[in-house]
């Protein structure tokens, strides 16, 4: 499988794989006789459980996105009071 196929399946884009292997989260995949990644089914599996790792802990069940305060929620930063226009008289 070429890497555009093995992104479509997995829904990222293929910056994400082609970083994942640069990071050394996945091995450098199999290239062809022109230089283009080559994707076993057992390297698209190994891909799915880094993503599942990286993936799964930053979604939020929907209770706790709904919060708004309280420890460990996001609290953006205040947006900042527009200046005001002040005319000489």
Same mark, same amino acid.
């Given at each position: 499988?070429?890497?555009? !196929?093995?992104?479509? +399946? ?11 292997? #640069? *990071? $050394? !989260?996945?091995?450098?995949?199999? #290239?062809?006789? %022109? $230089?283009?990644?080559? /994707?076993?089914?057992?390297?698209? @599996?190994?891909?799915? #459980? &880094?993503? /599942?790792? %990286? &993936? !799964?802990? =930053? #979604? @939020?069940?929907?209770?706790? =996105?709904?919060? *708004? ?13 527009? +200046?005001?226009? &002040?005319?000489?008289?």
């Amino acid at each position: 499988m070429r890497v555009k !196929a093995v992104a479509d +399946e997995l829904s990222v884009s293929i910056d994400t794989i082609k970083k994942l292997e #640069r *990071t $050394g !989260a996945i091995p450098p995949a199999p #290239r062809d006789h %022109v $230089g283009h990644r080559r /994707y076993r089914p057992e390297d698209v @599996e190994a891909i799915k #459980r &880094v993503l /599942y790792q %990286v &993936v !799964a802990p =930053a #979604r @939020e069940p929907a209770s706790v =996105a709904l919060q *708004t305060k309280g420890p460990g929620v996001r609290q953006d930063p205040p947006s900042p009071k527009p +200046e005001r226009c &002040v005319t000489p008289r």
